[in-house]
Structures are given as C-alpha cells and as structure tokens.
C-alpha cells in the first residue's frame, strides 16, 4: 500500500461518471474553469456499461474523458464491469484515501461554481483538526439570500460536490454497521433532518450517499455549508439515479469570506429545514431564532 502523502495544498478531484456525455461535458468544463484547477490532480471513475442499451453513452463517455484537455494531472479508472454508483463510488474513495489524506468528490450530472475547489481547499485545511466536522459541502438549498459567510450545520452532508478527509471516509467504512447505529437512542430524529424522511432511503441498496451521511449523523457530526450554493445539479432529466429533486440552484460565482466557524449556525441551519420541509412549521424558538438571525 501507498503511504499516504502529507495533507495537500491542493487535494485531488475524484470524479464519477457513467453514461452521460453532454451532462459531463459541462461538468468538465466548468472544472476546468475553476480557479486554481491546475494544480488539483483529477482522478476519474467510468463504470462499464450496465447492457447493450448503455453501451453507445458510455463510450462517449470514455472518449470525452481521454480526449479532455484537464490542465493539470489526470488519472483515468475503466471498469471493465459494471459495479453500479454504489461500488464505484465506495471503492473509488477508498482508493483514493489509501493514498491521499483528503479530497473532493464530484459526479458527472454536477456543474461547479468557479469558486468551488478553493473553497473546499480552504474548508478541508481549516477544519482537518476539528474531529466534530466530516464535510465541506458545496451545494445548498435557496434560502432566501444572497450573501454571507459559510456556516457549520448538523446537516452534515451533502453529496452534490463535497471534500473530507481520509480519516473520516475510512472511520466510515470499519465502523458502519446500519442495523447498530439505528439503535443509538434519537438518532433516527437525527437522521430526520428538519422532519424529511431522510431514513426511508437506508433501504436503498444504490445509495452509499444515505450510508455516509447516516453515521456522521451517528457520530454528532457537522458540516461547513456556504449560504449560496456553489453547485447546480442538472441531472433531474431521467438520465441518472437520484429520485429526488430539490431544484437547480444555479451556483454562486463570487466566494465570500471564509472566516473560520466554531459552532453551529442555528438559524441558517433552520433555514435549511424550511428548505427541506417547507409544509411543515418550525417550532416557535426556531422560527424566533431564524428571525433574528442567531
């Protein structure tokens, strides 16, 4: 096994595609884009094709992928079978923090704002040390403004464009075990984040998302989240496998100042549950605190 290489300046992209060109396409460029791409290895995942109905996509897909012009180092990873999102992602991370101390995570159907990789690198040099947070989360719901430093939730997580560490992915992957975690007395409320059902999805054997973000949830993790998405989803067109659509939030192009935070931000994180379950009503202290902005 590699040694793993001190903590970098620039950690690399772990990209995961399958069987769509134009949606990765975008996504590539808007990578590309991104200040400072260069200098972020870019370490690319392409599952095989599933059946002969795939087969014409994901040779597109394989094509794009030799022929990008990334400007900075490329890795490429070819399946020669199809394990499915779930096991390229699980084993694509592993291998990668067999060899790298953190990094950031992207699929194809996700498009950056040209901000994205320096406010991971800024999240994941800040928080390394700080055991209470596992994620530098990209993405984020409208919440009805426009400007403001990113916060820490007890959301947690996001899988739309994110960044963590090798020590929390491989905490993870030896201690998981969904059927014990599920006993842990208030965790299902944890995992309900806001009231939404996020636990009917534990049954969803696609879903590695739904696993990681169970046992953070586990551990009291905490998430750094900015207050205007930095990702935009455009893969709500039958084309992958979510089944879910929270809308597409264009990203924010300007980052704002990234001072570092201490502690949960409750009235953003309350905006987060409006975001999430608009139908139902915040209990009164929530609503005061979303109000007043503490």
């Known amino acids: 096994m590699l040694q793993k290489r001190s903590m970098p300046e620039h950690p690399p992209i772990a990209l995961f595609v399958y069987a769509r060109p134009e949606h990765l396409q975008h996504c590539l460029n808007a990578l590309a884009s991104n200040d400072g791409s260069s200098r972020h290895p870019l370490i690319i995942f392409a599952d095989a094709a599933k059946g002969e109905s795939d087969l014409e996509k994901v040779q597109q897909v394989r094509e794009l992928i030799q022929q990008f012009n990334w400007p900075g180092l490329k890795q490429i990873r070819l399946r020669e079978q199809n394990v499915g999102l779930y096991a390229n992602v699980i084993s694509g991370l592993d291998e990668v923090f067999s060899q790298y101390r953190s990094a950031i995570i992207m699929e194809d159907d996700l498009v950056s704002s040209p901000c994205f990789l320096h406010y991971c690198k800024v999240g994941l040099l800040d928080y390394q040390s700080d ?63 806001g009231g939404y059902p996020f636990s009917d999805m534990l049954g969803n054997p696609n879903s590695w998302a739904i696993r990681w973000f169970a046992y953070v949830q586990s551990q009291h993790g905490l998430g750094l989240f900015p207050r205007v998405s930095l990702m935009q989803n455009i893969g709500f067109d039958g084309s992958g496998v979510h089944a879910h659509n929270f809308g597409s939030v264009k990203p924010v192009l300007k980052l704002p100042d990234m001072p570092k935070q201490k502690a949960v931000h409750y009235a953003m994180e309350d905006r987060q549950k409006q975001a999430l379950n608009p139908d139902q009503k915040l209990p009164l202290v929530q609503r005061i605190r979303r109000k007043i902005g503490v």
């Open 131 to 193: 055991k209470r947070v596992w994620s530098i989360n990209a993405y984020q719901f409208d919440l009805g403004i426009i400007e403001g430093e990113p916060f820490l939730s007890r959301l947690a997580t996001s899988s739309w464009g994110w960044a963590t560490w090798a020590d929390r992915w491989q905490a993870f992957r030896k201690n998981y075990d969904e059927k014990s975690i599920l006993t842990q007395k208030g965790l299902l409320r944890r995992i309900n984040f």
